[in-house]
């Protein structure tokens, strides 16, 4: 069958309508995808950074736990040093009270102070019995009554009250021992040095016993001389009246 021209130049349009509305459908489905894309870019975004925002305040909780965690120890280890302080102060009560001088200090006293050779001793041992009715009382590096003594601070305070060295006790608190003559044994009034830094006075009862007594982180007591091997002994020039 022939078609005239007329008839072929309708056929020409309807393919071109045809082909048109082919192209239109295919670059409307192209487009498709790209909102698709879009939708799961942004919920990518939003999941990303919700998971940021949670890591965050994970983050922000690890951090809060491990700063309790270190309260924690911290307060263990000071509870930890509490406990051994406590331990080691009732072994040293222990220890002071089995070796406690069981005499009568006082009566020590009344035989020095009847002694013309012992009157400056006899003065040293009343005004270290008052300091212990005062129940002055035992603090580290302390070298006045008001606020408490160490052993060594309360050997220096008490001879620099007796005008026995002319250093005042902050200046010799630690180092006592270089200032007293080194005496080969102790007499009466002398200074016995022993490990620790303690300092102690050496008194003899009536029995010849002898003790030593002075400030201990009991406070102030009265022990044998043997408590603890001495390391030495400072000699102290008392005056005679």
């Known amino acids: 069958m022939a078609y005239t021209e007329e008839q072929l130049q309708s056929l020409f349009k309807v393919a071109e309508r045809h082909e048109q509305k082919a192209r239109r459908r295919a670059f409307l489905y192209s487009l498709i995808p790209i909102p698709l894309a879009a939708l799961l870019l942004a919920a990518s975004f939003w999941a990303v950074r919700e998971a940021r925002d949670r890591l965050a305040a994970a983050e922000v909780k690890i951090q809060r736990a491990e700063q309790t965690v270190s309260d924690l120890q911290k307060r263990i280890d000071e509870l930890t040093r509490l406990l051994n302080e406590k331990a080691e102060g009732l072994a040293r009560t ?7 001088y069981r005499g009568d200090i006082y009566m020590t006293y009344k035989r020095l102070a009847g002694n013309e050779s012992y009157e400056s001793q006899a003065r040293m041992l009343d005004a270290i019995l008052d300091m212990q009715r005062r129940r002055v009382p035992w603090r580290r ?3 006045s009554p ?6 060594p601070g309360f050997a220096a305070y008490m001879l620099a009250e007796h005008r026995l060295i002319s250093q005042r006790p902050s200046d010799v608190h630690y180092g006592l021992r270089q200032v ?7 007499d009466v009034g002398d200074v016995v040095f022993y490990p ?3 300092a102690m006075f050496y008194f003899k009862d009536e029995r010849d016993r002898p003790f030593v007594v002075g400030m201990t982180p009991e406070g102030i007591f009265a022990l044998e001389a043997d408590f603890l091997p001495a390391v030495g002994y400072g000699k102290v020039r008392y005056r005679r009246f």
Do not use: K
């Not at 222990?94 to 406690?100: D, L, V, W």
């Not at 007293?180 to 102790?186: G, I, K, R």
């Open 146 to 151: 008001g606020e408490g003594f160490d052993s």
């Open 94 to 100: 222990t220890e002071f009270e089995r070796r406690a």
């Open 196 to 198: 620790g830094g303690y």
């Open 180 to 186: 007293l003559p080194d005496a080969p044994a102790p």
């Open 141 to 143: 590096g302390g070298v």
